[in-house]
């Protein structure tokens, strides 16, 4: 059971006996990687990201990762079963019992359910979905200059964030790279991806009385406050 962390317990971190499990929900290029950092920072929570599972395994060439692959390169979304499956494993490794971050998942209404599914096995419930909403333009015009770290994947961008410092202080920016579906047309087939099957979702947990809309547009520490401020509402503190 999910139980309410107390107000000054939120500010200074988690108290070690509560929980929290937040599902950051958005388009691509919403921020929702460089929140959930912070999050993670602040309540020592892991983060749980599809899309850099994904990635890791494609780095480790394993099968997972090569079919995983054949979709991200067009912007679609990997299979239900294969993602549902990755994310059960993720779930099992132990270092999630006192909650999560959970970014890139659920992305179908099929895994919704299936993470509904898993939570209860789990004796577990999500706290919060924090919608982060953002235009298709601000979108395209971050995505486009999105480089990201291979080895932290700290995200930056050419214009808005460039590289300064890496904030595990391990490199000096060599490992920067544009992703491949950070390709403009890529781009405008994880937009379309996103409407047509990922942006229902929101129904689903708005009639769960779990969702929040957060504007994710403005400064990086804005944004945050935002999640923060809802944080706190939702927890009734
Ligand atoms: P992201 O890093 O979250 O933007 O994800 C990159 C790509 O990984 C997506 O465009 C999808 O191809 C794939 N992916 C990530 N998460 C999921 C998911 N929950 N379901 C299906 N495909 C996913």
Redesign the pocket.
């Known amino acids: 059971m999910s139980t309410v962390p107390q107000k000054a317990a939120l500010e200074a971190g988690l108290a070690p006996d509560k929980t929290l499990t937040i599902v950051l929900f958005g388009p691509?290029g919403s921020g929702?990687?460089t929140q959930a950092e912070h999050l993670c920072k602040q309540f020592q929570l892991p983060h749980i990201?599809?899309?850099?599972l994904?990635?890791e395994n494609l780095k480790n060439q394993t099968e997972l990762g090569k079919l995983?692959k054949t979709?991200?390169d067009r912007?679609?979304?990997?299979?239900?079963d294969v993602?549902v499956r990755m994310?059960r494993e993720r779930l099992s490794r132990g270092d999630a019992d006192r909650g999560f971050i959970m970014?890139?998942?659920?992305?179908?209404v099929a895994?919704a359910q299936a993470l509904d599914e898993l939570m209860k096995e789990l004796g577990r419930q999500i706290d919060v979905v924090l919608s982060i909403v953002v235009s298709d333009e601000e979108i395209v015009n971050r995505l486009s200059g999105r480089i990201i770290c291979r080895e932290c994947q700290t995200p930056f961008h050419k214009i808005y964030n460039p590289f300064k410092q890496c904030p595990f202080n391990k490199c000096s920016g060599e490992h920067l790279y544009q992703?491949d579906?950070d390709k403009p047309e890529t781009v405008r087939a994880?937009l379309n991806?996103f409407h047509t099957q990922t942006a229902p979702l929101m129904d689903y947990y708005r009639q769960a009385g779990l969702l929040v809309e957060i504007d994710g547009e403005g400064k990086v520490e804005e944004v945050t406050r935002r999640m923060m401020d809802a944080i706190q509402q939702v927890l009734k503190i």
Request: net charge neutral; charged share 30%.
């Open positions: 691509p929702k990687g990201a599809t899309g850099d994904f990635r995983a979709y991200m912007g679609e979304l990997v299979p239900d993602t994310v970014d890139g998942f659920p992305r179908t895994q992703r579906d994880r991806t």
